[in-house]
Every structure is written in structure tokens, then in C-alpha cells.
């Protein structure tokens, strides 16, 4: 059974830090892994798709990494903004399917 | 574009009424479609998965049930509400090698 964890659980940096955010899985046989955002009683924003066969993808700011062998990903927050306050989710697929199993999230909270 | 409707906002329900959450996808054919529930503290929690109209998979045991009459309407029911019920609930679709997309969620509390 797949099970997702991110550390931390809470972040709090000052405003224009650069911030890594971690996640780690325990099935290695993913074929792509995402990173949401989720706004205080919104509903999930696709931030970065990471196919299995790439080991990281960029937008903007944002810079997500993958290491299937490891288990691992992760999510960097260049010159982080207060905007960016956010709980950061990821996930991978269950399986072979298109069946999402999420971590808990990291809340991060950026200071002005 | 795809986008996802889901309604409604909020919700207030008594502990034994019935409840119907509904989702609807525009601007794509045949997506799979999702239910998921995030209660305070824990994460996201898939409940139900649809593959294609009437097909409708559970994922944990529970008192709510889901239901896809058309390919890009979902609709996540209950008869009779329980307090463990509430929680934040959200829809989801996906098509094969695309991101999930979810819905903006609907904030359920049993009282």
C-alpha cells in the first residue's frame, strides 16, 4: 500500500528565503508525482507534474525534483513571497491507476 | 478549457438528513472522475473513483455512496447524515497522463 509523508509539517520563513519542501513515498513504482497548493478552504491547485521519467520540472519560482529509486521528491520555493502562503500537498498514483494518494501537507507561512 | 463545478459552497446539515453533493466537468469526454474528503488533521482521503457512467468504485467502507448518471456529472449522496460526516469535500477528474483537476469543494458540517 502506497503511503506519501512530508516534513515539515509547518513552515514559517521570513519573506525572499528560498524554502525545500520534502516528500517521501514508499512504493517506488510511481509513473508521475504532483505537487498541489490549497488555500484555506479551497480546493487543490496543480502546481508541478513530474513524470517518472523526468527528474524535475520548473515554473516560475517553483522547482520540483524526483528520485524514484530513493523515494523521494522535492519542492523549491525561490525567493519565497507571503502570496506563497499556502498548504503545499503531493501526491502519486495508487498503483498503476490514476488514483491519487496524498501526504498531509506542509503549511508554510510566509512573512512579510 | 476543462473546468469542474461543484456546489455547494457550505453546507449545515442536522445528523440524520439526507445529503447530495454534486459535480460537474465541461470541456473534456470520458474523465475519470473522484470523490475525496479531507477531514480536520488528516489528509485527502479518496472515498469514490468513476471510470464511466453507473461505474463506481468505493474505496473505504462509510455511509455515504456516489452515483454517475451522465459521463461528466457526479454526485455524492447520503440518507441519512452521521456527525463523522463532516469534513471538506472535494471532486476531482483526470484524464490519462494530465494532472488532476479538482473543484473548489464543499464544506459539509453535521450538526
Known amino acids: 500500500k502506497q503511503e506519501v509523508t512530508q516534513i515539515p509539517a509547518a513552515l514559517s520563513v521570513p519573506e525572499g528565503e528560498n524554502l525545500v519542501l520534502n516528500c517521501s513515498f514508499t512504493?517506488?513504482?510511481?509513473?508521475?508525482l504532483q505537487w498541489f497548493r490549497q488555500d484555506p478552504g479551497k480546493g487543490l491547485t496543480s502546481l508541478l507534474l513530474?513524470?517518472?521519467?523526468?527528474r524535475e520540472q520548473t515554473s516560475g519560482r517553483l522547482n520540483a525534483s524526483l528520485d524514484k529509486s530513493s523515494g523521494r521528491s522535492t519542492l523549491y520555493i525561490a525567493a519565497s513571497q507571503p502570496g506563497d502562503s499556502a498548504t503545499y500537498l503531493c501526491?502519486?498514483?495508487?498503483?498503476?491507476?490514476?488514483?491519487?494518494?496524498f501526504g498531509k501537507g506542509t503549511k508554510l507561512t510566509v512573512n512579510p | 478549457s476543462q473546468t469542474i463545478h461543484q456546489w455547494p459552497a457550505t453546507l449545515v446539515q442536522p445528523v440524520g438528513s439526507p445529503l447530495s453533493l454534486e459535480c460537474t466537468v465541461e470541456?473534456?469526454?470520458?474523465?475519470?472522475l473522484y470523490w475525496y474528503r479531507q477531514a480536520a488533521g488528516r489528509g485527502l482521503q479518496l472515498l469514490f473513483y468513476?471510470?464511466?457512467?453507473?461505474?463506481i468504485s468505493s474505496e473505504v467502507p462509510q455511509n455515504l455512496s456516489a452515483s454517475r448518471p451522465q459521463d461528466r456529472q457526479f454526485i455524492l449522496s447520503s440518507k441519512k447524515l452521521l456527525l463523522s460526516d463532516s469534513g471538506f469535500y472535494l471532486c476531482?477528474?483526470?484524464?490519462?497522463?494530465?494532472?488532476?483537476?479538482f473543484g473548489s469543494g464543499t464544506r459539509l458540517t453535521v450538526v
Open positions: 513530474i513524470q517518472s521519467s523526468q
Open positions: 501526491a502519486v498514483p495508487q498503483g498503476g491507476s490514476e488514483k491519487l494518494v
Open positions: 512504493d517506488s513504482a510511481i509513473y508521475n
Open positions: 468513476s471510470v464511466g457512467i453507473g461505474q
Open positions: 476531482a477528474w483526470s484524464v490519462r497522463g494530465l494532472t488532476n483537476t
Open positions: 470541456g473534456t469526454s470520458n474523465p475519470n
